[in-house]
């Protein structure tokens, strides 16, 4: 079968599953999955080689460790660090502590079982978080505290992925590790920081400049494809060589636009990964170890329950939300999935007790929608449930800024200086790297692309300033806010009376002209200087702004039609040296009436 026509196979699947799964609330993951047990081995078995595709998809992950390394702002952490390193720590812990404990009592070799307590004491962030949205509990207390254990769970998943091909020396089964190759590890991840941080920037600076997107997002996904293949070349885990990059680009101005131009691919390969893995899931041993596998599921998800519910009970929350917060991330996860598989090449797991264990895995993610159903069910709505409280998120800036030129950098400066915080957006590289010499916090991508505004989360923003100076693309992301953000108000910066006519049209009301202000100030200043008295030509300066603007709401209704603009326009003209002599007439009267009473 050729590449295209696997294509075609992979693709249809995953459309239709993907699309009947979420529509019935199941969520996308298990999706995937059951896309690959339709096409697969155990469904109509129209593709082959599961352990190529699964070989190739595991790539998917190492995008996905690369994002996660790009979401982990120090700042951000240390916001969130009593939920993500307390509750995530004690979960993960505890979890892994009482299912190894009870594997090795089982008769597991102890490396076997850490890696097994290990692999399944983490649960599923995507399927997690995108069944708590869907059910609109991610803002509620227990929603954010599942949100920050699985935080750590993914930060906790990079050293256990890289813990687990050394157990095999540690276990005595083959040679361990020499001097040398300790110092190669070493020496490899040093070099890795100290050229990222000193070199990787200026890299894409330079990319950035040529104005090529696509060469861009080459430029990203070579920096992914070139650490991860170096630190396998030393023994070390690829997702972990991803992983490290995106933490030394995560404080970076290309942080949201890298994010924006990976995702389709992490979102693509991880769709492909999870359809492997429904390829290569045994439903065979449903028939023969029907009452074991039953039995493991349910001990699963009972023990994770159980120490849920008590870090739920020890930080207060209600009951309703002990049992949300337990039920919700009590699954096994997508990382089992990529542990066991390192587990069994690395032979401290045979592949049998894989294959159980990731049907275990699978089982216990299709449980979990049924099981909120029930409990939604049983326990009622968040709407009767407690408080929400904010997301505990660095950028939660209410003020967006696109465009950081002379416009943009005004309105920054005055929010700097009134400690009011703020996130800017630009296009230009050179600016971008000009502003931030300053100390600006300023971010590089093009503003009218709605993943990138999502990124920089820009639907939690109340303002967003735009202030871009290409009217083209001015309009283009007025557009785009206006389709996908209609919420945040926008002010907006405009060239000229067109560029105000076109927002206008999209329902923008808070318009700013570039020079209308500041050419009437200057006029102003022109009429005392020749002579006029400042009352008056302070006075004169309001009568021009207000008859402007008067007429610029009549104008937008006919600018389409430039012959009737340009007779209006004249009109007007004539219309305004009418106001101005009429004044002139009732001061000069009003100055022979007080000559005449004095």
């Avoid at 009590?330 to 045979?350: K, L, R, T």
Wanted: proline residues 2%.
């Amino acid at each position: 079968m050729s590449f295209l026509s696997q294509s075609a196979i992979f693709l249809s699947a995953a459309v239709v599953a993907v699309a009947v799964f979420s529509r019935l609330g199941f969520g996308s993951v298990l999706g995937y999955l059951a896309a690959g047990v339709l096409i697969g081995p155990w469904g109509l078995a129209v593709v082959g080689d599961v352990d190529s595709i699964l070989h190739f998809s595991e790539f998917g992950v190492v995008l996905l460790l690369f994002i996660i390394g790009l979401e982990l702002q120090p700042a951000r952490l240390w916001t969130m660090r009593h939920g993500v390193f307390g509750m995530g720590g004690a979960q993960v812990g505890l979890s892994a502590a009482l299912i190894g404990i009870v594997c090795w009592l089982a008769g597991l070799p102890w490396q076997t079982a850490i890696t097994v307590g290990l692999g399944l004491s983490l649960s599923s962030t995507a399927f997690a978080l995108q069944v708590l949205s869907e059910k609109g509990e991610l803002t509620a207390r227990h929603g954010r505290t599942a949100f920050s254990i699985l935080l750590f769970q993914d930060m906790a998943a990079i050293p256990i992925i890289a813990l687990v091909p050394l157990l095999t020396g540690l276990g005595g089964a083959s040679e361990p590790p020499s001097l040398l190759s300790f110092v190669k590890v070493i020496g490899t991840v040093a070099a890795v920081i100290l050229v990222g941080h000193f070199a990787l920037l200026h890299v894409f600076r330079l990319v950035a400049r040529t104005g090529v997107g696509e060469i861009f997002t080459a430029t990203a996904l070579l920096t992914v494809i070139g650490v991860a293949l170096l630190m396998e070349s030393v023994g070390l885990s690829m997702a972990l060589g991803s992983f490290l990059a995106g933490v030394l680009l995560a404080d970076s101005e290309f942080r949201h636009a890298l994010e924006v131009n990976i995702e389709p691919f992490k979102g693509l390969l991880l769709g492909l990964f999870f359809m492997a893995v429904g390829m290569s899931v045994n439903f065979g041993l449903l028939l023969t170890e029907y009452g074991l596998i039953v039995g493991l599921v349910f001990a699963l998800m009972a023990c994770k329950f159980s120490v849920l519910l008590g870090i739920g009970m020890i930080i207060g929350l209600d009951v309703r939300s002990r049992f949300y917060l337990a039920v919700s991330i009590a699954q096994g996860g997508e990382f089992a999935f990529v542990i066991f598989g390192i587990a069994v090449g690395a032979g401290i797991m045979p592949a049998a007790l894989s294959d159980l264990l990731i049907l275990v895995v699978t089982l216990s993610m299709a449980l979990t929608t049924g099981l909120i159903l029930i409990l939604e069910h049983a326990l009622g709505s968040h709407a009767a449930s407690e408080k929400d409280f904010e997301l505990p998120v660095v950028d939660e800036n209410k003020v967006i800024i696109a465009g950081f030129g002379r416009f943009g950098q005004i309105v920054g400066r005055l929010l700097q200086a009134k400690k009011i915080g703020f996130t800017a957006l630009e296009v230009s590289s050179e600016q971008v790297d000009f502003v931030r010499k300053y100390g600006n916090k300023i971010y590089y991508g093009d503003a009218s692309r709605p993943d990138l505004l999502r990124a920089a989360r820009v639907g939690e923003a109340a303002f967003f300033v735009l202030a871009i100076d290409d009217v083209d693309a001015s309009i283009r992301t007025a557009e785009t806010l206006v389709q996908h953000f209609p919420h945040v108000r926008v002010l907006a910066r405009a060239r000229n009376r067109e560029h105000v006519f076109k927002l206008m049209d999209l329902g923008i009301t808070d318009i700013y002209r570039e020079t209308f202000s500041s050419s009437l100030e200057a006029a102003e200043d022109l009429l005392t200087f020749v002579g006029l008295p400042a009352q008056e030509a302070e006075k004169a300066r309001r009568t021009f702004r207000t008859h402007d603007e008067e007429r610029l709401e009549l104008q937008h209704v006919i600018y389409h039609d430039q012959d009737q603009v340009a007779v209006q326009s004249q009109e007007w003209q004539k219309e305004l040296e009418q106001i101005f002599e009429q004044d002139a007439r009732d001061e000069a009267a009003d100055a022979a009436r007080r000559t005449g009473l004095s």
